[in-house]
């Protein structure tokens, strides 16, 4: 699960949380709990933002998906944060202007959107600091 903490604009770190495809259901959705409270107790999150699940070709699959995403939800609400959930036609939307964008397209923008800063590591960074800037653009929009 990829993550991202941005703020005005500028990404302040990312990362992703990995568990193992061999260890029990329960204990990967802890892991995520688990690893997702310390972020959000290492920074101060005002608003936090998901992308909604997409897919439904493998029941199992989405089962997955579905049971990780209300994990992070309840995760981020203990917390006090609220949470937006996005479709990726959203943040394609919010990002690029175009809700068919293709995720290389995506990329860039959300680096010309940082000013140059490029986003290391692996897409999912990449796909959360684009959910991280919707967000943030949403704020922006709400106090004008």
Do not use: C
């Not at 688990?34 to 999150?45: A, F, T």
């Not at 991280?132 to 949403?138: I, K, P, R, Y």
């Amino acid at each position: 699960m990829g993550w991202a903490v941005v703020n005005d604009g500028v990404m302040i770190e990312g990362g992703v949380i990995v568990t193992g495809v061999k260890i029990d259901s329960g204990l990967r959705l802890k892991k995520i709990k688990e690893e997702l409270v310390e972020i959000l107790k290492k920074y101060d999150i005002k608003a936090a933002g998901i992308e909604s699940l997409f897919f439904a070709k493998n029941a199992k699959s989405a089962i997955k998906v579905a049971e990780a995403i209300g994990v992070i939800k309840l995760t981020i609400a203990e917390a006090g944060v609220s949470v937006k959930e996005l479709t990726p036609l959203q943040v394609k939307m919010a990002i690029v202007g175009y809700g068919r964008a293709e995720k290389r397209q995506v990329l860039e923008m959300v680096k010309v959107m940082l000013g140059g800063q490029e986003v290391a590591g692996p897409s999912h960074v990449g796909d959360a600091v684009a959910v991280a800037l919707t967000v943030e653009l949403g704020q922006r929009s709400q106090m004008l």
